[in-house]
């Protein structure tokens, strides 16, 4: 996990909404590129979903992640995504 995760995460929660890359990474100061990159490991990990359209929401494994219950460590390593 990245502080771009961290960020990602954040926003999806604080907002509340379904957004996309483009819209997250103009919020949060990392590249659209980054963003793409960092929202493919947090759906691989189930942190965020993909609705369609390149429109993304947390979930609620993503919440309990900002919440402290659930560690970085309980996650695959990055050799394994």
Same mark, same amino acid.
């Given at each position: 996990? #990245? ?16 957004? /996309?890359?483009?819209?997250?990474? %103009? ?23 993909? /609705?369609?359209? %390149?429109?993304? $929401?947390? #979930?609620? $494994?993503?919440? %309990? ?17």
């Amino acid at each position: 996990m #990245t502080s771009a995760d961290n960020r990602v995460l954040e926003f999806l929660d604080e907002k509340d909404i379904v957004a /996309t890359p483009h819209v997250i990474s %103009a919020n949060i100061d990392y590249s659209q590129q980054y963003v793409n990159e960092r929202l493919r490991i947090l759906e691989h990990n189930n942190l965020v979903e993909n /609705t369609g359209g %390149a429109l993304y $929401r947390i #979930t609620d $494994r993503g919440r %309990a992640y900002l919440a402290g219950e659930l560690n970085a460590d309980d996650l695959p390593p990055k050799h394994e995504q």
